[in-house]
């Protein structure tokens, strides 16, 4: 069946907005965002088009890693608010028509969570076999080579019981064993808390880490490590992470999802495509969405963009949704990777490429990544390797609201500094300017869910070369569009091929180019991106 004819699914047809909740709106002046803030802004996102708001882990946590370190599954942190505000929040986000999802942290705990208390606590502890522990080798020194991504050995000494065990990330977010199916039961149990409460769906965090080699084997150098590298890119992880059983876990996640009516799971999954695709599952009973990082990480040059998507493209399987992201909270921010210029055609590609873009907050005004003094910097990440710039808080800013003090989203002490520029880069100023990012946001959203062609239809690629690329979205019965976009600064030539490519540009990064109608032959400025429909 043709894909327009098909009935899609609302994590298809939407648009997903994920929210730092730290960092968006504080409702009782402690400088941290929280869910009665968020409350607040829902009419901001309901009114920007989006449909679905993820949000960061707003469970109780030491704040180790900011939220990623859980200490009890089934809560509110305090900070956050409470489990009723977030009742009230689920009834307002439904009550609008719109998604809520919710992280999810399976692959580790919090070392303050009860569970892991009781593994320390002795060798015969009942959940001592729940994380992963291993006797240090004859000369004392650590049970394999495995490292940190937050720098370091990824093994950790405990006295009292004389074993190490293994945290992929910070020592405070020791690693549970997947291999233990009493660890697989109360994860599978936390998530049918959050489902019955009625949470349409998860993001998953690090769901290719979740599962370890049995024989905890070395893994091996990484040929291309460079010293400005984060240490823990010195080995190639082959062992440690995207381990063939870990489908296995992602199948029984997806069988709780599935006894649900529409639920859904997005898996974070930094891997090449050939081995990311594998994550949609056998039978597509795997992730929905496993998170397509490619506009992310790749250089912002068009042939390799171009190429990007077609891989993607010609490697997801038969019932495999795209998706597309160009930020989150672990990522340097578009407008700073690319510049101002950039992000707006990064705008446009995010929102005609075929599959379901996520917007990080913020970057739908165009906010920048913020210079955070050293002595303010808070994420470990930044603290534990600091001469390799891998601070996370420049990109976690508050939001930007309007031009009162922080910029409308505390009346206390922020707790990571704003940007200095928020009088002039905020919502309230944007939304009255038809120009702004916020403004070109709202527009290609809008454009994006009244076209069927845009939401679902077919992608075929049309141009790429070192500067343009192009691709025509089509749905059976309805308007087609050609994108055309600049991805340089430098003016850009395009001639198609087929004489039909001829219609009017619907919207524009410079939008002195709307309205005008182009044929053959499209000459592009730098920055310039197009959105044409066709004849
Ligand atoms: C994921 C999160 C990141 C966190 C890490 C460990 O990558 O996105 O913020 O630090 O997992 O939980």
Redesign the pocket.
Known sequence: MEESQKTHYWWQKGVIYQVYPRSYQDSNGDGIGDLPGLLQRLDYLKWLGVTAVWLSPIYPSPMA??G??ISDYQGIHPLFGSLADFDTLLAEVHQRNMKLILDL?P??TSDQHPWFLESQSSRNNPKRDWYIWHDALPDGSVPNNWLS?FGGSGWEWDEPTQQYYYHG?LKE?PDLNWRNPAVQKAMLDVMRFWLDKGVDGFRV??MWHMIKDDQLRDNPPNPDYKPHMATYEQLLPVYSTDQPEVHDLVLQMREVLDGYSERMMIG?IYLPIHQLVAYYGINGKGAHLPFNFQLLLLPWEARQIGAAVAQYEALLPADGWPNWVLG???QPRITSRVGREQARVAALLLLTLRGTPTIYYGDEIGMRDVPIPFEEVQDP?GLNMPDKNLS?DPARTPMQWDASPNAGFTTGKPWLRLAGNFARENVQLQKEDPYSMLSLYKRLIALRQQEPSLMTGEYLPVYSDTQLIAYIRQAAGHARFLVVLNLSHRPGYFKSQDPSLTGVVEIATFPELEGHEVGEAINLGGDEGIIVRLD
Do not use: G, S
Request: hydrophobic share 30%.
């Open positions: 890693d900011f990623y370190d942290v692959n580790h991504v990330f977010q965090d690090v974070e989150n909270h672990d990440q996370r």
